[in-house]
């Protein structure tokens, strides 16, 4: 039996809807500048030539119905409501066809951003992790198998805080759609079980404040849900 220095971190994880056994989350990966609208709004050109990323680590997990902390360190918080995907075989250098059969579920998210941190970082072109990953800052709801779900086409994503839409798009808004995704993040790495990929957010991005209740859905998923504590 392997000795450790101390108690290794606990395996973050997620329901999936139906189903007693949980999926076990290895890498989180976050697709940027997804759809037309949201990267208008934040002042940047579309790329459609190829999707761009960054990563949170699974600490950053709260599952869908908790309470996050306002993130230290920030004053200003955004939602992000995303589309997510969890693999659910090994997939490198795919193909489209490839990648559409590792996909093993899709559920909502929410992509909790440190906007004013993300700024800073830009604005002297440094990495963004600071605003991007976080205790929590990965908001997951429960998973639904893909077989269940269908072909992912026009559904409706959106996203309330306190009862009033604030996100309302459809998913074949995104400017690359989840094979073409898949197929290029696995030309970098060896994708599998385990690792999720959130695909991007529509506009009506905005702060959040401590006493915020945010829900989130898309049309034939578990919603996601959390509320805004104060912070710590």
Known sequence: MTAYLFEPPKIQSLPVEGEEARYPVARIFCVGRNYAAHAAEMGNEVDREAPFYFTKSPQAVLESGG????????QDVHHEMEFVVALGAPVFKATRDEAEAAVFAYGCGL????RDLQQAAKDKRRPWDLGKDGEGMAV????TRAEIFGPVRDQRIYLGINGETRQDARLDEMIHDVP????NLSLYYHLGPGDIIMTGT???VGPVTAGDRLM???????PVSVEIG???
Do not use: F, N
């Open 67 to 74: 309470v996050l902390p306002y993130p230290p360190g920030s």
């Open 111 to 114: 992509d909790m951003t440190r």
């Open 140 to 143: 997951l709801g429960p998973l």
């Open 180 to 183: 073409a995704i898949i197929a």
């Open 202 to 204: 529509p506009a009506g």
């Open 216 to 222: 989130g859905e898309i049309e034939g998923l578990a």
């Open 230 to 232: 104060p912070a710590q």
